[in-house]
């Protein structure tokens, strides 16, 4: 049976955890505030850049918020133009996309990012003809709301009973429940295995190419 595989980017294909946690230090700084702490910080990842600002923040004032959120991409451009900056994929990453590939799956992504963002990644990785369609944060409401998985199923043709999204936080595992697909966690992500369990992960894998046992 052909299957729709949705992988979230952040924490699940890439390993961006240290780019994301400096940029939030960054940012905070930027307007004179203390960042919050790396653990925090982790678990904001995936959610889109200003919802995930506010929550940092812990305080309604929507105008900081976006002080946060502008001050972050500013920290996030200047650092992509340093030499050292680096996005690398998780081991097994490509060789996993083949192998689903290989067996007939389609494949899509959902992630936090900007489609500019993920365009640069699936760019640098080489991974864009893996995937028939990509839903990002400018085009939708953040995660967990349903919109990312129902618009992947309506552009690649699928029902939620034979689509799984494959995630390492909770609001990738909670969008795919309340879409009526099936989810994978990764625990090397940045949210702990019982909370993807709580969320409703179906299945907990250690590595990437751990999922096409249960797919």
């Known amino acids: 049976m052909t ?20 940029c939030a230090e960054d940012a905070f700084a930027a307007v004179g505030l203390v960042a919050p702490s790396p653990e925090r910080i982790r678990h904001i990842v995936g959610l889109s850049l200003e919802p995930a600002m506010r929550v940092l923040l ?8 976006r002080r946060i959120a502008d001050a972050y991409r500013d920290a996030f451009f200047a650092r ?20 689903l ?34 839903q990002t944060a400018d085009l939708h409401p953040s995660k967990p709301h349903p919109a990312m998985m129902e618009a992947a199923m309506r552009e690649a043709g699928f029902t939620p009973d ?7 936080t909770t609001y990738d595992i909670e969008m795919g429940r309340l879409a009526g697909c099936r989810g994978i966690g990764v625990s090397y992500g940045n949210h702990p295995i019982e909370a993807l369990e709580r969320a409703g992960a179906t299945h907990i894998v250690d590595r990437i190419d751990q999922v096409l046992e249960h797919l």
Request: net charge negative.
């Open 58 to 65: 812990g305080r309604d004032d929507p105008a900081l918020g």
């Open 3 to 22: 299957q729709l595989i949705v992988f979230d980017c952040d924490g699940t294909l890439v390993d961006s955890q240290a780019v994301i946690v400096a």
């Open 101 to 134: 590939a290989d067996r007939g799956a389609v494949m899509g992504v959902a992630t936090g990012k900007t489609m500019r963002g993920l365009q640069q990644i699936l760019e640098k990785h080489a991974l864009g003809d893996y995937f028939v369609t990509l």
């Open 80 to 99: 992509r133009a340093m030499p050292d900056h680096d996005e690398p994929l998780f081991a097994g990453v490509v060789e996993t996309l083949q192998a």
């Open 162 to 168: 034979v689509t799984w999204i494959i995630g390492d």
